[in-house]
């Protein structure tokens, strides 16, 4: 299949042979990462500049669901002499069952993206929506509409904020107490979007995908990657990579899931997971090699986004 794209973020040619230097030199990389854009402690400036004390010469922020720190990290990897790779890890279910799925090489400013950030919105309201449920059973009767905001949204923290604004807690750090220790269970299975319905969003070449940590089990997480599933996937979505290289995986995994990658015709692709020192999960280098033919996949869309490059042939 080919996933060459043209519609993806502009690339100069100084940046494309930026990524053919990572490559051919077998650089460091890191093509999982996260920020406080979603369960990460760096802000995107910050996780760049942490790339840059442990040596990374390539990063890809791929926040949960998230896009709100590309721009931000895009500007400071270009200040710091970094290559940047536009990411996401979204939350996907194939009937019914939960997978994790980073997403590549994308424009986070085009409608498509804009239009999963409406949907993500209504899945974390009816999660939170949820929690206000659980809530009253434990003797907390409080309306949500205390937590919106003017234009109908739900403020950040919305428990909180509501229960602050119920005048039952003197501060928002009380009300933020107070809820931490009702133990409310998060339902993180109503933010997963199912495969397919993700998949119809997306226009041709607009982005690639590597299946997140396979061989992680986790309930309500993620299960162990199948090679059904794995099919059904690649059904779904351009699925170019299985993520084999993963701190969670154990060299059986490892193999498990390189030989898998090799036997259906994709790639392999690495990454830490890295969210922060205080969570132990720091970002890790890995030498370009050890996702080579992935990397290529990408140099070559970028050298269709290259006008000079591209006009060579």
Same mark, same amino acid.
């Given at each position: 299949?080919?996933?060459?794209?043209?519609?993806?973020?502009?690339?100069?040619?100084?940046?494309?042979?930026?990524?053919?230097?990572?490559?051919?030199?077998?650089?460091?990389?890191?093509?999982?990462?996260?920020?406080?854009?979603?369960?990460?402690?760096?802000?995107?400036?910050?996780?760049?500049?942490?790339?840059?004390?442990?040596?990374?010469?390539?990063?890809?922020?791929?926040?949960?669901?998230?896009?709100?720190?590309?721009?931000?990290?895009?500007?400071?990897?270009?200040?710091?002499?970094?290559?940047?790779?536009?990411?996401?890890?979204?939350?996907?279910?194939?009937?019914?069952?939960?997978?994790?799925?980073?997403?590549?090489?994308?424009?986070?400013?085009?409608?498509?993206?804009?239009?999963?950030?409406?949907?993500?919105?209504?899945?974390?309201?009816?999660?939170?929506?949820?929690?206000?449920?659980?809530?009253?059973?434990?003797?907390?009767?409080?309306?949500?509409?205390?937590?919106?905001?003017?234009?109908?949204?739900?403020?950040?923290?919305?428990?909180?904020?509501?229960?602050?604004?119920?005048?039952?807690?003197?501060?928002?750090?009380?009300?933020?107490?107070?809820?931490?220790?009702?133990?409310?269970?998060?339902?993180? #299975?109503?933010?997963?979007?199912?495969?397919?319905?993700?998949?119809? !969003?997306? @226009?041709?070449? %607009? =982005?690639?995908?590597? /299946? &997140?940590?396979?061989?992680?089990? #986790?309930?309500?997480?993620?299960?162990?990657?199948?090679?059904?599933? !794995?099919? @059904?996937?690649? %059904? =779904?979505?351009?699925? /170019? &990579?299985?993520?084999?290289?993963?701190?969670?995986?154990?060299?059986?995994?490892?193999?498990?899931?390189?030989?898998?990658?090799?036997?259906?015709?994709?790639?392999?692709?690495?990454?830490?997971?890295?969210?922060?020192?205080?969570?132990?999960?720091?970002?890790?280098?890995?030498?370009?090699?050890?996702?080579?033919?992935?990397?290529?996949?990408?140099?070559?869309?970028?050298?269709?986004?290259?006008?000079?490059?591209?006009?060579?042939?």
């Amino acid at each position: 299949m080919d996933h060459r794209s043209t519609s993806g973020r502009p690339i100069d040619e100084t940046t494309w042979n930026a990524l053919r230097r990572v490559i051919d030199a077998e650089e460091a990389i890191d093509l999982h990462s996260h920020s406080r854009h979603s369960d990460g402690v760096w802000t995107p400036s910050e996780l760049i500049e942490e790339a840059q004390t442990v040596g990374l010469k390539l990063l890809s922020l791929t926040d949960h669901d998230n896009v709100g720190g590309q721009d931000a990290a895009a500007t400071a990897a270009a200040a710091a002499g970094i290559v940047f790779l536009t990411g996401m890890e979204v939350s996907l279910t194939v009937e019914g069952r939960p997978y994790h799925v980073l997403c590549y090489d994308f424009d986070w400013s085009s409608p498509t993206w804009l239009r999963f950030a409406e949907a993500r919105s209504k899945r974390f309201e009816a999660a939170y929506l949820n929690q206000f449920d659980q809530l009253r059973t434990r003797g907390y009767d409080l309306n949500p509409d205390l937590a919106r905001e003017p234009d109908g949204r739900l403020a950040n923290d919305p428990l909180a904020v509501a229960l602050h604004r119920s005048g039952r807690v003197a501060t928002i750090e009380e009300a933020r107490q107070r809820i931490r220790g009702l133990y409310l269970r998060w339902p993180a #299975e109503l933010l997963y979007q199912d495969a397919h319905q993700f998949g119809s !969003l997306l @226009r041709p070449g %607009e =982005a690639v995908f590597s /299946v &997140a940590h396979p061989a992680r089990q #986790e309930v309500g997480v993620s299960v162990r990657l199948t090679d059904d599933d !794995l099919g @059904r996937l690649m %059904e =779904a979505i351009p699925l /170019v &990579a299985l993520e084999a290289h993963h701190p969670y995986h154990s060299a059986a995994d490892v193999d498990r899931y390189r030989a898998l990658a090799k036997e259906r015709g994709l790639a392999v692709s690495c990454g830490s997971d890295a969210h922060g020192h205080q969570m132990r999960r720091p970002l890790r280098q890995h030498p370009s090699s050890m996702a080579d033919e992935f990397l290529s996949i990408i140099r070559d869309r970028w050298a269709a986004r290259v006008p000079v490059v591209a006009a060579r042939g």
